[in-house]
């Protein structure tokens, strides 16, 4: 397994939206790093932002999974996976990082590394977030059984990374009643505040940064953002 944990210390800007972002802005802004940290004008970044009530549609989207959109925007999107939903009181983390200079990992080792990350993060809750096969994303335990807590949908261009992960920390979970959640019609959808943890958003920002440095490495900027 790559340890990604071992990668040469490096500056990895983390930059934090003040509001939140309408998707396309976030699609604009993701691709415009990227190519400059293909041409070498700009470090490796981790963005951290919410955004407005919406529905997004990965490359594996199934029409039939799309129950009711509830009023909400529905984006296609080019990252990996299918349906999710993304609103406030849910923390994304939208993830650039060039993996040509990390031993050019392969995509399953980058999205076991972001499934560590996600885990420790939930440790630092007293959560136990669990790998399911055949199912992507982070899962706990709850009374009525086993719920995914946050998803994880990525996209590689050229060895660079865009897209990311989601944690549920205390969102309006109504919204999810309007699809087939990344195509698991079995199982339910929960957050930090449904399993009683009253964390901020600035917690969770804190755990997910400290988790981030032990899981891929790297010395951290900071930026704040105000869109």
């Known amino acids: 397994m790559h340890d990604s944990s071992a990668a040469t210390s490096r500056a990895i ?16 802004a993701m691709e415009e790093r990227i190519a400059a940290i293909l041409a070498r004008r700009a470090p ?15 490359t594996s989207a199934q029409a039939d999974d799309l129950l009711d959109p509830q009023g909400l925007p529905v984006y296609r999107s080019g990252r990996g996976g299918q349906y999710t939903y993304h609103g406030p009181g849910q923390r994304v983390a939208y993830v650039m990082l060039d993996l040509a200079s990390r031993g050019r990992m392969d995509l399953r080792c980058f999205v076991r590394d972001l499934e560590n990350w996600l885990i420790d993060t939930l440790d630092a809750f007293g959560v136990a977030g669990m790998r399911r096969e055949g199912r992507v994303g982070i899962w706990v335990e709850t009374a009525e059984g086993e719920a995914k807590i946050a998803a994880i949908g990525v996209r590689v ?8 992960v989601s944690l549920n920390v ?58």
């Not at 050229?158 to 990311?164: E, I, P, Q, S, Y």
């Open 170 to 227: 205390a969102p309006d979970l109504s919204h999810y009643r309007g699809i087939v959640a990344c195509g698991i019609r079995e199982h339910g959808v929960t957050s930090l505040a449904a399993l009683g943890v009253d964390a901020t958003m600035a917690d969770v920002d804190g755990a997910l940064r400290r988790s981030f440095e032990a899981v891929f490495g790297g010395s951290a900027s900071e930026r704040r953002a105000t869109g």
């Open 44 to 58: 490796e970044q981790v963005w951290l932002l919410e955004h407005p009530p919406l529905y997004t549609a990965g």
């Open 157 to 164: 261009r050229r060895w660079v990374t865009f897209h990311g």
């Open 13 to 28: 800007e983390w930059s934090v939206a003040s509001e939140p972002v309408p998707y396309p802005d976030a699609v604009a």
